[in-house]
């Protein structure tokens, strides 16, 4: 990660509100998972990708989170500050709107953290016949490519490429997605070149992403708004290591999470409570479903191949 983050008091969050105020030309509601959060931002182009990425909840709504995207010469690139207590963060000098994404993402799992038994998950979530699948990874490992290879087929659905909220009821854990269209790279088509149609037309800004709605490559009844997991997959890239898939005990796969952060870079408060909380869901988590770990050093396509005859496999014995 390249931004860093403060966490500042509800009196410093006032003083800075009405510091960017006067830059402040656009502001957006947006429904994230029952979150109503608020953009405010003199950007048109963070404005308009925002209101491509997320669902629109009417302006009457109070907001439970706000993000201010603003610019501040006084200020270093790439700077969050952060009010935990009105849930305010202001994002300064970013030009990455994957990180602005995310962070709105991160803002409204702090409400429903603290507040609902609502759990972040930075990984991709997809649903073969009714059966969840969740797929972590460290950056590089093949989660977005692996994630798209998997959904060329028909029968798997997705509720989240990159971040969805999971909750637990009695012995399911249900995952849930709030992204109305997904942020993906314009190599993703010389991977996988069934998604060429759709990176041909999308518009790529200067990180070379783009909002799309993977729809028009996989066909509107394939997005689904949650499932209940059943298995859980890790990537790893490892070359050393010459096993290709293996199934890990929850103890283990908890301690994998717990040294990397849970795959998420993006919390805004990693407090000991928190950290607490977030454990306490994973350890669940592991308890109830089968957890894999499949390692990605081949190509794509011999890597794909692996993971989906462990789906196969697993979903068998589930």
């Not at 439970?64 to 000098?93: E, I």
């Not at 394939?222 to 890790?234: A, D, F, H």
């Not at 396509?301 to 589930?318: D, F, N, P």
Request: hydrophobic fraction near 40%; charged fraction near 25%; proline fraction near 3%.
């Amino acid at each position: 990660m390249a931004y860093s983050v403060r966490l500042i008091s509800i009196e410093e969050k006032a003083a800075l509100a009405e510091r960017y105020a006067p830059e402040v030309k656009h502001e957006v509601k947006s429904e994230i998972y029952g979150c109503c959060v608020k953009l405010l931002t003199g950007s048109a182009e963070v404005k308009d990708r925002w209101e491509e990425n997320f669902y629109f909840i009417s302006s009457s709504i109070r907001s439970h989170a706000r993000l201010y995207v603003v610019y501040d010469s006084d200020l270093g690139d790439d700077q969050v500050l952060y009010d935990p207590l009105s849930k305010t963060a202001f994002l300064v000098n970013f030009s990455y709107y994957g990180w602005i994404k995310s962070l709105a993402l991160s803002a409204a799992g702090d409400v429903l953290e603290d507040n609902h038994g609502i759990f972040s998950v930075h990984g991709a979530c997809l649903d073969l016949r009714g059966r969840g699948i969740c797929i972590l990874g460290g950056s590089g490992a093949g989660k977005t490519t692996h994630t798209y290879g998997l959904l060329r087929s028909p029968e798997t659905r997705v509720v989240s490429d990159d971040w969805f909220f999971a909750r637990i009821y009695g012995d399911d854990v249900l995952a849930y997605g709030s992204e109305k269209n997904f942020y993906i790279r314009a190599e993703l088509s010389q991977i996988w070149k069934e998604f060429s149609g759709l990176i041909d037309k999308a518009e790529f800004d200067e990180e070379g992403r783009a909002v799309v709605d993977i729809r028009l490559a996989i066909g509107k009844g394939r997005i689904l708004p949650l499932t209940t997991l059943s298995m859980v997959i890790i990537l790893k890239r490892d070359p050393e290591d010459e096993v290709i898939t293996r199934r890990l005990e929850p103890a283990e796969a908890l301690k994998i999470l717990e040294e990397s952060g849970y795959y998420n870079p993006h919390f805004l408060v990693k407090s000991e409570f928190k950290r607490d909380l977030r454990s306490s869901f994973f350890r669940t988590l592991f308890s109830r479903v089968p957890v894999f770990v499949v390692n990605t050093t081949g190509t794509p396509e011999e890597s794909q191949r692996a993971i989906g005859k462990l789906i196969t496999e697993g979903l068998r014995q589930v």
